[in-house]
């Protein structure tokens, strides 16, 4: 089994920064795209950024400039640096990550944290 356990999220104000961290943990062989995802209340979740194993990244257009993801392989663990936060980047940020246990590569998320942004 494998679990994603993230941190970093909280309280900020409108300009302000935050950098969550995800780090994944149980069998783990190999950890392909991992990314970062969220859902404000009545929307479908929708993806922040990603990054391949390669460091290939991709943003969505909202948060390009503003946010960086990067990963340390070693520590099976992705970040994602804040920057310039708005209001409307309130809401709760979910960590997913594709594992490879030896069965294939299956999907994960993380339970999740919360982003606060105060005007």
């Known amino acids: 089994q494998v679990q994603l356990v993230e941190s970093g999220g909280g309280l900020v104000q409108a300009g302000g920064s935050l950098r969550l961290s995800c780090a994944a943990s149980?069998?783990?062989?190999?950890?392909?795209?991992m990314g970062w995802y969220r859902r404000a209340p009545g929307k479908q979740r929708e993806l922040v950024a990603e990054?391949?194993?390669?460091?290939?990244?991709n943003y969505d257009d909202s948060v390009k400039g503003r946010f960086t993801i990067s990963r340390d392989n070693a520590k099976n663990t992705v970040f994602l640096q804040m920057n310039s936060l708005k209001p409307e980047d309130t809401t709760v940020y979910y960590c997913?990550?594709?594992?490879?246990?030896?069965?294939?590569?299956?999907?994960?998320w993380g339970q999740g944290t919360q982003v606060t942004v105060s005007s």
């Open positions: 997913n990550a594709w594992v490879e246990s030896g069965r294939g590569y299956n999907n994960y």
């Open positions: 149980g069998n783990i062989f190999s950890i392909s795209t």
């Open positions: 990054i391949t194993g390669r460091g290939t990244t």
